[in-house]
């Protein structure tokens, strides 16, 4: 018996050890998450979400960014580096290119260029001829990490998020680890980026974001939208900001717009009528936030097997709102079936719904 109990007094203390020491990738910065909302006022619970279709992808999955080309076709990015093109209806389906990489945001240029935003790569510009180019994978010297979302500027201006400058997904196991491993972080190391193509120069509009996601121009072009994921907010930055630090707080030049929202804000896209779409990739978890004011904890779950960690559940829950802020529309799958609702790409006809890991691109018909 006293063997036995030898034996298990070395066991706990070898595994109270390797709990507290074993090292791990995270230096974790101590934070106060706001209390979680729920789902109430303008996200009241409803399942709005719940009758979408699906767009079969012939093997692709995560179709995590969509948008309508110049040329009328849509064109959706997927986990296997691929961009490909197809009929507004799903027909006709093409790879249009592969990176090599993981496209997580893109939009047109002027002259037809696809310009995206590759978490392996960096900026990059795809000509209609398929060829691939990069404009940018470093700015003052320091790579580009993790790029993010991207959008171009009617004078030509692109602006994109560099979500991690701490978490490089080519190096850390992927996109969705990296940003694990980010978000768990809270070192608020993600930028706004500007890339000026004539000029062939970039700078840091702002920096000091916990996990820089989706981004977008206001009507006026004078300011940026941009997802604060690890924070559940999303900031008005003016795209005239210079190096702006925005973890010490608004400014004259930034200021957050949504704040102390339902979930993890993913992606930002333009949709019809001044509507700007956004989507959770999940909604918020009480143990997460809880962990928020405790570094240590959150070393602690990082040491243990991936299936006790405390991920949150699936949730399908996609918002537009306006320029002030204004919640305008508000849907949501309780059930998660379609999983990680990333955006929503509007057109007159239809609402695609982009996902993080769904095997088919999801769609509902538009209603006024």
């Not at 390797?18 to 910065?29: A, G, H, K, S």
């Not at 093109?85 to 945001?105: C, H, S, Y």
């Not at 008005?236 to 400014?251: E, P």
């Not at 509507?275 to 602690?300: C, E, H, T, Y």
């Amino acid at each position: 018996m006293k063997k036995i109990t030898r034996m298990l007094a070395i066991a706990v203390l070898a595994v109270t050890a390797y709990l507290c020491l074993w090292p791990v990738p995270i230096e974790p910065v101590s934070w106060q998450a706001p209390a979680a909302p729920g789902y109430s006022g303008p996200h009241a619970p409803n399942n709005r979400l719940a009758d979408i279709q699906l767009i079969a992808l012939n093997g692709e999955t995560g179709p995590e960014h969509v948008a309508l080309g110049p040329d009328g076709k849509l064109y959706a990015a997927m986990a296997s580096g691929n961009i490909v093109r197809m009929n507004p209806g799903g027909t006709a389906q093409e790879i249009f290119v592969n990176t090599g990489g993981r496209v997580l945001g893109f939009d047109f240029d002027a002259d037809g260029n696809l310009i995206a935003a590759d978490a392996m790569k960096g900026l990059l510009s795809i000509g209609p001829d398929r060829a691939v180019r990069v404009l940018i994978d470093t700015v003052n010297g320091d790579p580009v990490r993790y790029a993010n979302a991207v959008v171009v500027a009617a004078n030509g201006k692109i602006y994109f998020t560099d979500a991690s400058t701490r978490f490089a997904p080519k190096d850390w196991g992927g996109t969705f680890a990296a940003s694990i491993l980010d978000i768990m972080e809270q070192s608020s190391t993600g930028r706004v980026l500007e890339y000026d193509p004539t000029q062939k120069t970039a700078r840091i509009i702002a920096q000091g974001l916990s996990f820089a996601n989706g981004i977008a121009l206001s009507q006026n072009e004078q300011t940026l939208f941009v997802n604060e994921t690890g924070r559940y907010r999303v900031w008005k930055i003016a795209v005239s900001a210079d190096n702006l630090d925005v973890s010490q707080g608004s400014s004259i030049q930034a200021a957050v717009l949504l704040d102390n929202l339902p979930g993890y804000p993913d992606n930002l896209m333009r949709g019809l009528d001044g509507k700007i779409w956004l989507g959770f990739a999940k909604p918020r978890n009480p143990v997460i936030d809880a962990m928020s004011g405790k570094p240590f904890l959150r070393q602690v779950t990082l040491r243990l097997p991936r299936a006790l960690w405390p991920v949150p559940k699936a949730y399908g829950h996609v918002i537009a709102f306006n320029e002030k802020g204004k919640v305008l529309d508000d849907l949501q799958d309780p059930t998660g079936a379609y999983p990680e609702t990333t955006a929503v790409t509007e057109t007159r006809d239809r609402l695609y719904i982009q996902s993080l890991h769904a095997k088919g691109l999801g769609w509902l018909a538009r209603t006024e």
